[in-house]
Nanobody, 125 residues
Framework: QVQLVESGGQLVQAGGSLRLSCAAS????????MGWFRQAPGKEREFVAA????????SSADSVKGRVTISRDNAKNTVYLRMNSLKPEDTATYYC??????????????????WGQGTQVTVSS
């Protein structure tokens, strides 16, 4: 069982920056591919970014490319999502997720085995 706990969500003004964190339980964090997804009110959950086990490979959605950076610290069992130039349309609940079976970043929800409870990001205009 893997537990994921997100933090760092808050109310920010458009154009601002934010860093989200996701802390994972267990000793095998370095073997998990980690991803970030988000869900806005009335919309389906969507992929934001993902990172490979070692951190050498990253993938991000076109809608956020150039504005987000995903990173990880395997010594701290934590994955981060840095978001810059925030827009009101970035308002959503942000979830981290863990994929345990392979090594490369995944973009599809069904690929992930464990999910956190989410952290709310609200961007005001």
């Amino acid at each position: 069982q893997v537990q994921l706990v997100e933090s760092g969500g808050q109310l920010v003004q458009a154009g601002g920056s934010l860093r989200l964190s996701c802390a994972a339980s267990g000793r095998a964090f370095s073997t998990y591919v980690m991803g970030w997804f988000r869900q806005a009110p009335g919309k389906e959950r969507e992929f934001v970014a993902a990172i490979s086990r070692s951190g050498s490979l990253r993938s991000s959605a076109d809608s956020v490319k150039g504005r987000v950076t995903i990173s990880r610290d395997n010594a701290k069992n934590t994955v981060y999502l840095r978001m810059n130039s925030l827009k009101p349309e970035d308002t959503a609940t942000y979830y981290c997720a863990a994929h345990l079976r392979t090594a490369t970043p995944k973009r599809e929800e069904y690929e992930y085995d464990y999910w956190g409870q989410g952290t709310q990001v609200t961007v005001s205009s």
